[in-house]
């Protein structure tokens, strides 16, 4: 059964980002800002912010709204601190990951941002509810106002289209180089390309052969969890195609998911379990399975596509 995900209790959101799209060192740069405990709200608003990121007090909000909506960081009642998630990714001594140069953490940071649509609605209505292969900026706009209006969110037309430029400078470099777009973290996952037609774009579907099975893994658990919670299990089809799912986040073609999910029992260690017999094609949720346990997957096998 598909899910309407404008059935969850959440309010969209096109800004925060003061428009600037995720760039390299950001996250590791906020993530540290915190990793002491917890810190002030205002942590990326004070006066020495400048001095402290060695960026411009609109990029400091900027790094402050990437590092919530990536999930490397919780907002808690009493300030901000690093998440579980932060601490065994960006953790300097036991992180896998402290300075974001594995394919991993990129597809995770992508997952978060695109599998979710609280923080980043843009992000998850390109990839989980645009249809068309081929697009341009004023159809994502057209779009994201429809949903805001259908939503009753108050938005006006210029924060919708400064939104689109972020969710495409995310993924697809400025040709010409310019300063603004240097370092776009996600640009290297290649999940979006520029036509040459200008001003079209088309996403790049495939088996994503940097996308470590563990990363996989947890995003179906993560989709399972979210969406459908009650269903004890879940067939092959609504794992390519789903709302949030899988194969949509990451822009698989269904062979590609039917190889992860043929695996998807030893990376999880049988918690998950593919079923492919007399055109039954699904997997069982058996038990949970810790988040560090598919991590440690993630960064310690070598990845098969």
């Not at 995720?22 to 942590?43: E, F, H, Q």
């Not at 001095?51 to 609109?58: D, E, H, I, L, S």
């Not at 601490?87 to 997952?111: N, Q, S, Y």
């Not at 194969?247 to 999880?268: H, Y």
Request: with cysteine; hydrophobic share 40%; proline share 4%.
């Amino acid at each position: 059964m598909l899910i309407d995900f404008r059935d969850s209790d959440f309010r969209p959101q096109f800004a925060g980002h003061e428009t600037f799209p995720l760039r390299l060192l950001w996250l590791k740069k906020a993530y540290d800002a915190v990793a002491k405990g917890m810190a002030s709200r205002r942590t990326f608003q004070e006066q020495d912010a400048i001095a402290r990121f060695g960026v411009g007090k609109n990029m400091a909000i900027s790094m402050r709204h990437w590092v919530l909506a990536t999930g490397m960081v919780e907002d808690c009642e009493d300030g901000l601190r690093p998440s579980s998630l932060g601490f065994a990714i960006l953790d300097d001594e036991t992180g896998f990951d402290p300075f974001l140069e594995k394919p991993a953490t990129l597809w995770l940071v992508h997952f978060a941002l695109a599998g979710s649509p609280e923080t980043t609605t843009s992000f998850f209505y390109c990839f989980n509810v645009m249809n068309q292969a081929i697009f341009d900026r004023e159809s994502i706009a057209a779009g994201l106002m429809d949903l805001a209006k259908s939503m009753n969110a108050r938005v006006t037309a210029e924060t919708i289209k400064r939104d689109v430029e972020v969710l495409i400078r995310s993924y697809v470099s400025k040709a010409d180089g310019a300063e603004d777009a240097v370092e776009p973290l996600l640009n290297e996952l290649s999940l979006i390309r520029e036509q040459r037609l200008a001003n079209q774009f088309e996403f790049v579907r495939g088996p994503k052969t940097s996308l470590p099975d563990g990363i996989f893994a947890l995003a179906v658990r993560t989709f399972w969890k979210r969406w459908h919670p009650n269903a004890p299990t879940l067939s092959a089809e609504l794992l390519t195609y789903g709302t949030g799912s899988p194969g949509r986040v990451f822009k698989m073609d269904e062979e590609s998911v039917l190889n992860r999910l043929a695996r998807i029992g030893d990376i999880t260690e049988g918690s998950i379990i593919w079923t492919d017999t007399a055109g039954l094609r699904q997997v069982s949720f058996v038990r949970e399975i810790r988040e560090d346990s598919l991590l440690r997957a993630s960064y310690t096998k070598e990845n098969r596509s």
